[in-house]
Nanobody
Framework: QVQLVESGGGAVQPGGSLRLSCAAS????????VSWYRQAPGKERELVAT????????NYADSVKGRFTISRDNANNTLYLQMNSLKFEDTAVYYC?????????WGQGTRVTVSS
């Protein structure tokens, strides 16, 4: 059974940091391109960051460049998103995804709230 389970969300003040994790199971994690998306209230889901496979290239949305870092641990089938210098506008539900040429998987999301 394929699963992507996010964790690490929560409430944080502006300028703070959070580290999101996404535990994958049921498929060959290392062969999939993996990404973080987010969806803010009343807005469409947007791509935040991606690590491509093969190649390991990292791409970021302009709004998070220099503040967020995506990484993966293939030995432990886990995807991470280190989020620093958080802003109010980073408030959203964050989803991890994994895709290959023929498969596309999503997690259930973890909520991040940036407020003072």
């Amino acid at each position: 059974q394929v699963q992507l389970v996010e964790s690490g969300g929560g409430a944080v003040q502006p300028g703070g940091s959070l580290r999101l994790s996404c535990a994958a199971s049921g498929f060959t994690f290392s062969t999939y391109t993996v990404s973080w998306y987010r969806q803010a209230p009343g807005k469409e889901r947007e791509l935040v960051a991606t690590i491509t496979t093969p190649g390991g290239r990292r791409n970021y949305a302009d709004s998070v460049k220099g503040r967020f870092t995506i990484s993966r641990d293939n030995a432990n089938n886990t995807l991470y998103l280190q989020m620093n210098s958080l802003k109010f506008e980073d408030t959203a539900v964050y989803y991890c995804s994994a895709r290959s040429l023929s498969r596309y998987y999503w997690g259930q999301g973890t909520r991040v709230t940036v407020s003072s």
